[in-house]
């Protein structure tokens, strides 16, 4: 498990357009949303709907959603999401092992599950990992979307010096 208010390490994903996509694309730009997820599976496609359900909140909150799978996902679900969601390809799994462990990967592909989020300048406010799955969706457990706004909200709000929240002074 990462540290919270910590850097996350490197992370790219593979577009099915042949763009390579960084976090650090996003550095002092967006908050990001970093969900490592299985391929064809129900329950991981129903958090991504969940999550598309509120790019317009997204957007507000000047963050982009970068979800990370182990195989390509198909052109044309990844066209069919919204701009501040990016679907693609972490191929080799380096990404899903330094941010889920080195046991994160097993032969039917993720062992478990998670959800990131961190704020422009890549230092990690939220984390959510699932328990493992055993090859099937009963262990998938995904944060609502609301938990995962707040985590961005708090990395918005939060005092470098102090890390508690700072609230702008009235005028």
């Not at 994903?13 to 599976?41: M, T, Y």
Request: net charge negative; proline share 5%; hydrophobic share 45%.
């Amino acid at each position: 498990m990462l540290r919270n208010r910590t850097l996350i390490p490197p992370l790219s994903i593979h577009l099915p357009d042949g763009r390579v996509v960084r976090a650090w694309d996003f550095k002092q730009k967006k908050n990001l949303v970093i969900a490592f997820l299985d391929s064809e599976c129900a329950a991981c496609e129903a958090f991504v709907d969940r999550l598309a359900a509120q790019a317009d909140t997204l957007r507000t909150k000047d963050a982009v959603a970068l979800i990370a799978l182990l195989e390509a996902p198909s052109r044309r679900l990844a066209e069919a999401l919204p701009a501040e969601i990016l679907l693609g390809c972490d191929m080799p799994g380096r990404a899903a092992r330094a941010f889920l462990g080195e046991d994160a990967l097993s032969s039917r592909g993720l062992a478990r599950q998670g959800v990131f989020v961190t704020d422009r300048y890549g230092e990690l406010f939220g984390q959510w990992i699932s328990p493992g799955n055993s090859g099937n969706s009963r262990g998938h457990e995904f944060p609502a979307v609301g938990e995962i706004l707040g985590a961005i909200d708090y990395a918005e709000t939060a005092c470098d010096q102090c890390g508690a929240l700072a609230w702008p002074a009235d005028s």
